[in-house]
Nanobody
Framework: QLQLVESGGGLVQSGGSLRLSCGTS????????YGWFRQAPGEEREGVSC????????YYPDSAKGRFTISRDSATKTVYLLMNNLRPEDTAVYYC????????????????????WGQGTQVTVSS
């Protein structure tokens, strides 16, 4: 069983940057893919960045390419999301999620279910 705890959200101006953190704990964390998903009011939850823990393979949808970077730190068992050049449409609750033994692309495209979720952190980008 895994536990995921997000932090790092907040209010930022358009064009600014934020770094989100997802602390992980539990058994077998290295066998999961970890993803950042976001959900704005009235919209579906979407995957914005995903990473396979063991080999570091990543996947980004077009909305995040060139602006978001996902990474993991094996020493601290933390998954990060660095978001640059933020836009008002990036405003949402951001969640960290984990899916076992899948590719980053499958996870982000929601082709497989996430088994574990964090509590979410609010990101608000003002214009």
């Amino acid at each position: 069983q895994l536990q995921l705890v997000e932090s790092g959200g907040g209010l930022v101006q358009s064009g600014g940057s934020l770094r989100l953190s997802c602390g992980t704990s539990g058994v077998g964390f290295e066998y999961y893919a970890y993803g950042w998903f976001r959900q704005a009011p009235g919209e579906e939850r979407e995957g914005v960045s995903c990473i396979t823990y063991r080999d570091g393979a990543t996947y980004y949808p077009d909305s995040a390419k060139g602006r978001f970077t996902i990474s993991r730190d094996s020493a601290t068992k933390t998954v990060y999301l660095l978001m640059n050049n933020l836009r008002p449409e990036d405003t949402a609750v951001y969640y960290c999620a984990a899916a076992p033994k899948v590719t980053a692309e499958s996870q982000c495209k929601k082709n497989v279910p996430n088994v574990y979720w964090g509590q979410g952190t609010q990101v608000t980008v003002s214009s």
